[in-house]
């Protein structure tokens, strides 16, 4: 059974910093494309960033010289380093996983900023 799970959550001041995992189960994360989503009550799930199985890596440009996406085969997880972080990088992070065998997502973790 694949499994995505998510930590690294919680709260934290503006400028500060939280570095996200997306461990998996069931499947090597090095076979795949993974995203990072973000949501906020409300709204609908945006993108955030992504590295691809051959570690190429994008990022939505309000993220970008703040995050930085990164994967350890070795460990089958995925992080997202969130540096300078803003009250508006509060949200739910989700991961997900793409690949021929489908796409799966996590349940998510809470990130709130405060000011």
């Known amino acids: 059974q694949v499994q995505l799970v998510e930590s690294g959550g919680g709260l934290v001041q503006v400028g500060g910093s939280l570095r996200l995992s997306c461990a998996a189960s069931?499947?090597?994360?090095?076979?795949?494309?993974i995203y990072w989503y973000r949501q906020t009550p409300g709204r609908q799930r945006n993108f955030v960033a992504s590295i691809s199985a051959r570690n190429f890596v994008t990022y939505v440009d309000s993220v970008k010289g703040r995050f930085t996406i990164s994967r350890d085969n070795a460990k089958n997880t995925v992080y997202l380093e969130m540096n300078s972080l803003k009250p508006e990088d509060t949200a739910v992070y989700y991961c997900?996983?793409?690949?021929?065998?489908?796409?799966?997502w996590g349940q998510g973790t809470q990130v709130t900023v405060s000011s």
């Open positions: 069931g499947m090597l994360l090095s076979d795949s494309a």
């Open positions: 997900k996983s793409s690949s021929l065998n489908g796409d799966y």
